[in-house]
Nanobody, 124 residues
């Protein structure tokens, strides 16, 4: 299984972007999915996660109210709608997945499938 992330780009502060991530190879079964990010010189951090039903989500405090995660388990896909972007949101964004996982995972060790990353740059 491979995850393919897309949708990154350059945007001005206050703007919006929508990231997408889809699995290829086969459909993931009841997968929890998430987004993490890594800014230059910093460690990878959790951004948002959603469980396989789509009913439970979790967010990094600094993105609450600005970012929305959604998923389509039938398509093994996850999305991140980002609004009111700030320069500090600049990072490479990675999607992650774990099959047969009922929890909303907020740590990287909970996920075993990772996308290649998509760069989001927010200019001031």
């Amino acid at each position: 299984v491979q995850l393919q992330a897309s949708g990154g780009g350059l945007v001005q502060a206050g703007g919006s972007l929508r990231l997408s991530c889809a699995a290829s190879g086969r459909t993931l079964w009841r997968a929890a999915m998430a987004w993490f990010r890594q800014a230059p010189g910093k460690e990878r951090e959790f951004v948002a996660a959603i469980n396989w039903t789509g009913r439970d989500t979790s967010y990094l405090d600094s993105v609450k109210g600005r970012f929305t995660i959604s998923g389509d388990n039938a398509k093994s896909s996850v999305y991140l709608q980002m609004s009111s972007l700030k320069p500090e949101d600049t990072a490479v964004y990675y999607c992650a997945a774990r099959e047969l996982y009922t929890r909303v995972g907020v740590t990287s060790r909970e996920y075993n499938y990772w996308g290649q990353g998509t760069l989001v740059t927010v200019s001031s």
